[in-house]
C-alpha cells in the first residue's frame, strides 16, 4: 500500500439503535491506524452525537477482531515536512481527547486487541473500558524518537504518573490486559470478543435507561481538574509535531515500516 493510499483510507461510521445507544466504529486497513482525516471525522462524530438527543450513551469501537488501534499512522508521520503541518496531525489526537472529555454522554470503550500509542489513548479518554484479554498495551512514541506528548494527560490521568512513565520510558515492551485492568485502564477484561460484547450490550442498555442529566454532571466531576485541557493539548501537539521532523523520527520511523 502507497503512502498516499494509507493516508487516505480509514473511516468512521455511527449508529443509533431505538434504546438511545450510538455505536462509533473507527476503521483503518493497517491495524486501524489513525491518519489525520479519520481522526478528524471521530471527533466531529463524537461532538455531534453529544448534541444529539436520541443518542443516550456511546461506545466507542474498531473493526476486526484483531488490533483495536496501531495509533499514528506512520505514513502520514513520514510524509510530514513543516512543522505546523506535524501540529495540525497531532492536533487530531488532542481534539478527538477533548471530544470525549466535553462529550456530555458516557462513553463505554470496547478494546479487543492489542493498542499502540494513540490507541491507548483513546481507551483512555472513554469514561468505561472493556477490553479481551488480548489487549495489551504499549506507548511506542519514545521508540520513535517523539514521546507520547498529546496523548500523555489522558493516560495518567486514568493509570497515574508510575504506570505512565512505565508505559512511555519502556517504549517497546508489552503490558498485558492484565495489567491494564491492574492499572486502572480497563474496567473489565474478557476471555473473547463475544463475552466482551454482551457485557458492553448489558451496561450500554443500562445507562441508556438512567437519567442524562444526572449522567452529565457525572461526567462533568470525572473530569474536574482538566479544563486547561484546550491549551495543554495543543502546546503537546507543537512539541510533537517539532519532533517528528528530526533526522532521529524520520530515520527511526524509516526503519520501523521496513520492519
Not at 208 to 217: D, G, Q, W
Request: proline content about 2%; overall charge negative.
Amino acid at each position: 500500500m502507497s503512502t498516499a493510499d494509507a493516508i487516505n483510507q480509514g473511516d468512521v461510521k455511527y449508529s443509533i439503535n431505538e434504546k438511545g445507544i450510538a455505536t462509533v466504529i473507527f476503521n483503518h486497513p493497517l491495524s486501524n491506524s489513525l491518519p489525520g482525516r479519520v481522526l478528524k471525522k471521530l471527533a466531529d462524530t463524537i461532538t455531534e452525537l453529544g448534541q444529539n438527543d436520541e443518542a443516550k450513551v456511546m461506545v466507542l469501537k474498531s473493526e476486526g477482531d484483531r488490533a483495536f488501534c496501531a495509533g499514528a499512522s506512520f505514513d502520514e508521520l513520514i510524509s510530514i515536512k513543516d512543522l505546523e503541518v506535524g501540529k495540525q496531525f497531532f492536533m487530531g489526537f488532542a481534539n478527538v481527547i477533548n471530544a470525549c472529555r466535553k462529550c456530555p454522554k458516557l462513553i463505554i470503550g470496547r478494546v479487543q486487541g492489542k493498542t499502540v500509542g494513540g490507541g491507548v489513548g483513546l481507551a483512555s479518554a472513554v469514561d468505561y473500558c472493556y477490553a479481551t484479554k488480548f489487549s495489551a498495551v504499549k506507548l511506542s512514541e519514545l521508540a520513535v524518537g517523539i514521546g507520547p506528548f498529546v496523548v500523555g494527560p489522558a493516560v495518567e490521568r486514568k493509570v497515574g504518573t508510575s504506570a505512565m512513565s512505565q508505559l512511555a520510558i519502556n517504549a517497546t515492551e508489552w503490558q498485558s490486559a492484565e495489567w491494564a485492568k491492574e492499572k486502572g485502564l480497563y474496567a473489565e477484561i474478557f476471555e473473547n470478543i463475544e463475552e466482551m460484547d454482551a457485557a458492553v450490550e448489558t451496561l450500554a442498555n443500562k445507562l441508556a435507561s438512567s437519567n442524562p442529566e444526572a449522567m452529565r454532571l457525572l461526567k462533568g466531576i470525572f473530569w474536574e481538574g482538566t479544563e486547561n485541557w484546550d491549551t495543554l493539548l495543543q502546546d503537546r501537539a507543537a512539541m510533537s509535531g517539532q519532533l517528528v521532523l528530526s533526522d532521529f523520527t524520520i530515520n527511526a520511523i524509516s526503519a520501523f515500516k521496513k520492519k
